[in-house]
């Protein structure tokens, strides 16, 4: 395999922007959340990571692990583009453990001879290791080539075990229709694979857009659930406004028919930054969510630092009636480093909260009964507000500075608690114990702070963290 050349690696020349606790890369450019997995005592997370520029550039795999979810350490890059079955890039992937030896399956991707970025094609490879941080690529790559009715995208391959076979799901776009579909394939050693057929694509659902990136499937709660990225979803009233979002499908797989059944496909978060999940069991059997929180039609003012994009923190992810729940994970407590509030919060008109640190703190609301009235939280800058959530009527407003500000969220229970995490540049905001969220990035300027408004009298049970870590990537 090619190594990286330590002497061309950006490095950061600002800290300005950078979070305490996300995982963010050692300096480059970083997006997508790849082999999420656990393996010999630590939790790995791999990520789509240019190492020389601060812009998207050939993918390598980046690495971190974790004893707890929470503390991460930065491992040599995994794997370097250049070798035959991935000449432009090592594109996304997922991990599966196999009688003790940690398999990666990832995308290879390739251009062609005429110096046009968008012309390509895509084949699936293979890299495995002993000892989850030395990666050898295997000879017979690549494992799997697209099929003929293909277009040049065919991506992202999630693997998982069912009943003594491997599966994995494959983001594709068929040429005929000009359609995102996900096809799935099966095996018995992760290394042969056959084609089982379209296991979802616009007979399944009313609209699939260009292309479904990031396919994820796993069973939960009795039901099967599919998680893919779907591009150019055309939005709807509040709905699907970003360029490309990621969604849900509740339903069951026949795997003997190789057919998803499932809901329409419904917003996973609500926020302007959230992109290509990916997620993986504990050995408890909790499923845990990580995602993307900088998409490509935006700008990073940290790329002037040397470094771009950070992932979310890890969630943890439930379903109850239908509704695919999601919030921190419990472990994200192991971070309270001082506690700044904890008590009941009487709250009428405006009121700024007192905190040592807002760039880097937790709050929690929880309220007695539903809010009645207007009620926002709202994080400010010397220029004036940064980001607000606003509930009144059941629905809720995220109102962000700048064009293009505000996503919305309906609420059919009404307000009854809010948790939210800030780092340096970026708010994850839980509603209802996870019935929804959002994810944002924000660059201030200046001093920060954060107020609540109530047009009611409204009490509440309060908590304010400051937060830290021990090791900061």
Same mark, same amino acid.
């Given at each position: 395999?090619?190594?990286?050349?330590?002497?061309?690696?950006?490095?950061?020349?600002?800290?300005?922007?950078?979070?305490?606790?996300?995982?963010?890369?050692?300096?480059?450019?970083?997006?997508?959340?790849?082999?999420?997995?656990?393996?010999?005592?630590?939790?790995?997370?791999?990520?789509?990571?240019?190492?020389?520029?601060?812009?998207?550039?050939?993918?390598?795999?980046?690495?971190?692990?974790?004893?707890?979810?929470?503390?991460?350490?930065?491992?040599?890059?995994?794997?370097?583009?250049?070798?035959?079955?991935?000449?432009?890039?090592?594109?996304?992937?997922?991990?599966?453990?196999?009688?003790?030896?940690?398999?990666?399956?990832?995308?290879?991707?390739?251009?062609?001879?005429?110096?046009?970025?968008?012309?390509?094609?895509?084949?699936?490879?293979?890299?495995?290791?002993?000892?989850?941080?030395?990666?050898?690529?295997?000879?017979?790559?690549?494992?799997?080539?697209?099929?003929?009715?293909?277009?040049?995208?065919?991506?992202?391959?999630?693997?998982?075990?069912?009943?003594?076979?491997?599966?994995?799901?494959?983001?594709?776009?068929?040429?005929?229709?000009?359609?995102?579909?996900?096809?799935?394939?099966?095996?018995?050693?992760?290394?042969?694979?056959?084609?089982?057929?379209?296991?979802?694509?616009?007979?399944?659902?009313?609209?699939?857009?260009?292309?479904?990136?990031?396919?994820?499937? $796993?069973? *939960? @709660? +009795?039901?099967?659930? #599919?998680?893919? %990225?779907?591009?150019?979803?055309?939005?709807?009233?509040?709905? /699907?406004?970003?360029?490309?979002?990621?969604?849900?499908?509740?339903?069951?797989?026949?795997?003997?028919?190789?057919?998803?059944?499932?809901?329409?496909?419904?917003?996973?978060?609500?926020?302007?930054?959230?992109?290509?999940?990916?997620?993986?069991?504990?050995?408890?059997?909790?499923?845990?969510?990580?995602?993307?929180?900088?998409?490509?039609?935006?700008?990073?003012?940290?790329?002037?630092?040397?470094?771009?994009?950070?992932?979310?923190?890890?969630?943890?992810?439930?379903?109850?009636?239908?509704?695919?729940?999601?919030?921190?994970?419990?472990?994200?407590?192991?971070?309270?480093?001082?506690?700044?509030?904890?008590?009941? $919060?009487? *709250? @009428? +008109?405006?009121?700024? #909260?007192?905190? %040592?640190?807002?760039?880097?703190?937790?709050?929690?609301?929880? /309220?007695?009964?539903?809010?009645?009235?207007?009620?926002?939280?709202?994080?400010?800058?010397?220029?004036?507000?940064?980001?607000?959530?606003?509930?009144?009527?059941?629905?809720?407003?995220?109102?962000?500075?700048?064009?293009?500000?505000?996503?919305?969220?309906?609420?059919?229970?009404?307000?009854?608690?809010?948790?939210?995490?800030?780092?340096?540049?970026?708010?994850?905001?839980?509603?209802?114990?996870?019935?929804?969220?959002?994810?944002?990035?924000?660059?201030?300027?200046?001093?920060?702070?954060?107020?609540?408004?109530?047009?009611?009298?409204?009490?509440?049970?309060?908590?304010?963290?400051?937060?830290?870590?021990?090791?900061?990537?």
């Amino acid at each position: 395999m090619k190594q990286v050349n330590r002497n061309k690696v950006i490095q950061v020349t600002d800290q300005r922007y950078r979070p305490r606790y996300h995982i963010a890369t050692p300096g480059g450019w970083l997006n997508d959340p790849n082999g999420l997995c656990y393996y010999q005592g630590y939790y790995h997370v791999f990520y789509q990571y240019h190492p020389y520029s601060a812009e998207w550039g050939p993918m390598h795999w980046g690495h971190v692990r974790s004893k707890d979810l929470v503390h991460w350490e930065q491992l040599p890059v995994a794997l370097v583009p250049g070798d035959p079955e991935d000449t432009g890039g090592c594109f996304s992937g997922s991990a599966m453990v196999k009688d003790g030896r940690l398999y990666l399956l990832y995308t290879g991707h390739h251009y062609y001879d005429d110096g046009d970025q968008d012309h390509f094609w895509e084949n699936q490879n293979v890299a495995y290791s002993d000892d989850g941080i030395h990666f050898t690529k295997y000879a017979g790559n690549p494992v799997i080539s697209a099929p003929a009715d293909n277009s040049q995208d065919f991506r992202d391959p999630k693997v998982w075990q069912h009943q003594g076979k491997y599966y994995l799901v494959l983001g594709s776009r068929e040429r005929a229709t000009n359609q995102g579909r996900i096809l799935l394939y099966q095996s018995t050693d992760l290394l042969h694979w056959k084609l089982s057929g379209t296991m979802f694509d616009v007979t399944t659902v009313k609209n699939t857009g260009k292309m479904l990136e990031c396919p994820d499937f $796993f069973h *939960l @709660a +009795g039901k099967d659930i #599919l998680l893919c %990225s779907p591009m150019g979803l055309p939005a709807t009233a509040k709905n /699907f406004m970003n360029l490309s979002q990621v969604c849900y499908s509740v339903g069951q797989l026949d795997y003997a028919n190789c057919r998803f059944t499932g809901t329409d496909l419904q917003e996973l978060d609500k926020g302007h930054n959230f992109y290509a999940t990916q997620t993986m069991a504990t050995p408890d059997q909790r499923r845990i969510m990580i995602a993307w929180t900088s998409p490509f039609e935006e700008s990073m003012p940290e790329k002037a630092d040397g470094w771009a994009g950070i992932l979310t923190i890890p969630r943890e992810l439930t379903l109850r009636d239908g509704h695919l729940y999601n919030q921190p994970v419990r472990e994200m407590a192991t971070l309270r480093v001082r506690t700044d509030y904890d008590g009941q $919060f009487k *709250l @009428a +008109g405006r009121r700024e #909260l007192t905190v %040592s640190d807002p760039q880097h703190s937790e709050f929690t609301l929880t /309220f007695p009964t539903a809010v009645t009235g207007q009620f926002s939280w709202q994080l400010n800058d010397q220029q004036g507000q940064l980001i607000s959530l606003t509930y009144r009527n059941g629905e809720l407003v995220l109102d962000r500075r700048g064009p293009d500000g505000k996503r919305y969220a309906e609420l059919p229970a009404g307000l009854r608690d809010l948790r939210i995490f800030v780092d340096t540049s970026s708010v994850e905001i839980f509603v209802n114990s996870g019935w929804v969220s959002f994810t944002d990035r924000y660059y201030a300027t200046g001093r920060v702070s954060c107020q609540v408004t109530s047009d009611h009298e409204q009490s509440a049970q309060v908590q304010i963290y400051t937060l830290g870590t021990e090791k900061g990537l």
